[in-house]
């Protein structure tokens, strides 16, 4: 199963890599390792123009009633340059447990969808357990209620750009089973705790309840359509999680290529030696195999195939050791000026290593497929 994308789509993923290029380019994900800036707001605005926020959101709600093929090629340019942005937070996973919720006859989040898609508000998802996962079982936090008013209590350990949100989803543990909840803005018992991060391209804060006031979403919804729409979350983000790493493993690529055909050692072009060559093949086979998995992903999802799961865990797990393997590779050819701070590569190591614990790390994964294997075998 592969993905065959159509030319408005291929001509979207050109306007999205023309305005990045332009208007984003990677010096301004330096102010967040620098200065401590988390994203630059005007470059932010003009990308919400393009549509990119509201990609997944349907237009009945404001969005563009695309689809995942084009978050995932937003995602993918986004991890090219190691854009410092929200867009996996906000405009995916968020939007798309927030268009499920309003599906599921929710009006707050009906009310709140449009500013989701303009991209004026910034939203996340508290819902993985202590290790970083997605984990229905691991949930730790607890939802109470009174005659009028539910609280929550409990720490979500893991939570990305927590420290820009102006709206957080929780997922919580209910008697009748979990359920989302949106903090209330004006709630106390709410404890936002940056954590010191690899990629502070990338941040993650730690969430922390004590009775904090909370609305309860779509309270109708099944408790079986609760976990359906939750899975199908996860899979959509990890999904453009996967396209943005292939990105960054791409252009990977394309700067050792360029950096070995200008570099000149013993009176030689470093292009020019096997060793370098070999290296320089390797990155291309991991990158266009990245590219295999994540289309095949992404593709089962457009179409609701039955092996979604397996699609996750195969996509997850190679693409996130395809992108370390070319940024250290990278690394490791652009020798010692690699090493340096002034030269971007480290940028792609630290996303490379980031993101590959986000949704599950690559053993977690190949746990998950063989397991997916021996249940099918018995």
Request: with cysteine; net charge negative.
């Amino acid at each position: 199963m592969m993905l065959t994308p159509h030319e408005e789509q291929l001509s979207f993923r050109t306007e999205v890599r023309r305005y990045l290029s332009r208007s984003w380019p990677i010096e301004i994900s330096r102010r967040s390792l620098e200065d401590g800036f988390p994203f630059d707001r005007e470059a932010w605005a003009g990308l919400c123009r393009m549509g990119a926020a509201g990609i997944l959101v349907p237009e009945r709600y404001g969005g563009a009633g695309a689809g995942v093929t084009e978050a995932a090629f937003v995602s993918e340019e986004l991890g090219r340059l190691v854009v410092a942005a929200p867009y996996l937070s906000s405009a995916v996973t968020a939007a798309v447990l927030l268009t499920g919720l309003a599906e599921g006859g929710d009006e707050f989040a009906r009310d709140r969808l449009p500013s989701v898609a303009e991209g004026t508000t910034i939203a996340t998802v508290a819902w993985l357990d202590n290790t970083g996962l997605w984990n229905p079982d691991g949930i730790s936090v607890e939802a109470r209620t009174t005659d009028t008013a539910w609280t929550l209590d409990g720490e979500v350990r893991f939570v990305t750009d927590l420290g820009t949100a102006d709206l957080v989803l929780v997922v919580a543990g209910t008697p009748d089973g979990l359920a989302v909840f949106a903090l209330s803005t004006e709630g106390t018992g709410a404890g936002r705790l940056p954590l010191v991060c690899l990629d502070p391209t990338q941040p993650v804060g730690r969430l922390r309840l004590s009775g904090a006031p909370a609305i309860r979403l779509a309270p109708g919804l099944p408790r079986d359509e609760v976990l359906r729409l939750l899975n199908r979350t996860a899979a959509v983000s990890a999904a453009c999680l996967c396209a943005m790493q292939l990105g960054g493993a791409e252009q990977c690529l394309d700067m050792t290529v360029e950096y070995a055909l200008q570099r000149t050692q013993f009176g030689r072009r470093i292009g020019s030696f096997q060793a370098v060559k070999h290296r320089c093949a390797d990155m291309l086979a991991r990158a266009e195999s990245a590219r295999s998995v994540t289309h095949h992903l992404v593709s089962a999802l457009e179409s609701d195939a039955p092996d979604l799961e397996v699609a996750v865990s195969l996509a997850k797990s190679f693409c996130a050791d395809a992108f370390n393997a070319c940024a250290s590779d990278a690394l490791q050819i652009h020798g010692g000026i690699g090493f340096t701070w002034e030269h971007d590569i480290h940028l792609y190591l630290r996303r490379a290593r980031a993101t590959a614990h986000l949704h599950g790390d690559a053993t977690h994964h190949r746990g998950q497929l063989a397991a997916l294997i021996a249940s099918r075998q018995n």
